[in-house]
């Protein structure tokens, strides 16, 4: 049967249910458990935080398939299915004997997956009669992705962008106030919290860590407030396992079965989405895949990281969760895959990669940019520069079959568009953009004050 350059799924063929991985583990990520107290959290104690029925989500490793809210699916119509494309230009130019596909996930003006959950997460918070929620942002595409589905649904959404980018992207600042967001860089005197780094650090330029700390100081002390996150939690991966049932539905429309799928990890939640129902195969025994998660070099929690409890933030309020960690105190040197720059990794994905269901590789920044350009210009696509992980390493997987002669299938995760990354871009083209390998002294460092677990 002939492949066309891109599988599309009818709107029927949408998922109608989210696929939670945790549900065929046999072993299970880590408990989440009480900075203070390290006792597993119960949904009682996040409560206050979060909103109840993704607490639900969160705490749930029996369910395998949780529906997907008719307004939820509503709304994915608009910009899913995602097409899976086959990569026939890019195949063509490398001189492969591979099949290279990709899933797109940048079809929707926040450019990147990040929308799958943004959605079902504000969705939720309606549900539960809350007035809005609180986030963070960095790079700014979670928040961007976040006013979209808040202003859907009719929730305020306030969110806290780390300084620096707020005055370097003063773009994605006014996507988000277009879609109503209140947006106030991080540091702020609009908190407790930001007032005494202010008052310790006058001139800083703000870090996530203590973004997310205001936005969860707002959401736990403003009546009808939450506080929602775009990646590392389990909800985040679960939401985005539409990616994973898409790509595996398109794919068994033509009868391909995928030897390879890789994803770049940040938080991990696009690769845990688009992994979700091949290692859940894996797990049954049905199939097997080789997996790979691509970090950035500079930022390399699964391929130097430790195995340990650490805490999720740099303000050590949220919950401790076991994963790969690079300690909370880690501060990545500033690449330009702001995506990719988070200390720890999801706990489910962790827990894949202890037990030898998933491999992990670093890749540099400048290195990911001279393939984010040759697949550029080859494929059309103008990739976001944590996308381009994801690509590099499916170019040096289709080079190998080259000289083997084997004809393998690779599939990759192409999660956004990189509009808002042409400064990055204009560092690579000016040949002054640097490449970043943390020294183990430096990681040790970061490792130092782990909570004693
Ligand atoms: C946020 C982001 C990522 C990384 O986040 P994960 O949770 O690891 O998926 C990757 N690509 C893009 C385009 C992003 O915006």
Redesign the pocket.
Known sequence: MEIPYKIYLSESELPKAWYNLRADMVNKPAPLLDPQTHQPMTAKDLEGVFCEELIKQELDETTAYIPIPTEIRDFYKMYRPAPLIRAYCLEKKLGTPAKIYYKFEGNNTS????LNSAIAQAYYAKQQGLKGVTTETG?G??GTALSMACSYFGLDCKVYMVKCSYEQKPFRREVMRTYGATVTPSPSMNTAVGRKILEAHPGTSGSLGCAISEAVEVASTTPGYRYVL???LNQ?MLH?SVIGLETKAALDKYNVKADIIIG????????GGLIAPFVGEKLRGEADYRIIAVEPSSCPSLTRGKYVYDYCDTGMVCPLSKMYTLGSGYIPAPNHAG??RYHGMNSTLSQLYADGLMEAVSVKQTEVFEAAEYFARIEGILP?P??SHAIKVAMDEARKCKETGEEKTIVFGL??TGYFDMYAYEKFHDGKMEDYVPTDEELKKGLANLPQV
């Not at 450019?111 to 990040?114: A, E, F, L, M």
């Not at 770049?264 to 690769?271: D, T």
């Open positions: 450019g990147s997956h990040k790079a595409q979670w775009g990646s590392v985040v985005q770049c990890a940040g938080g991990g939640s696009n690769l995506g990719l976001a944590e996308s999660t956004g």
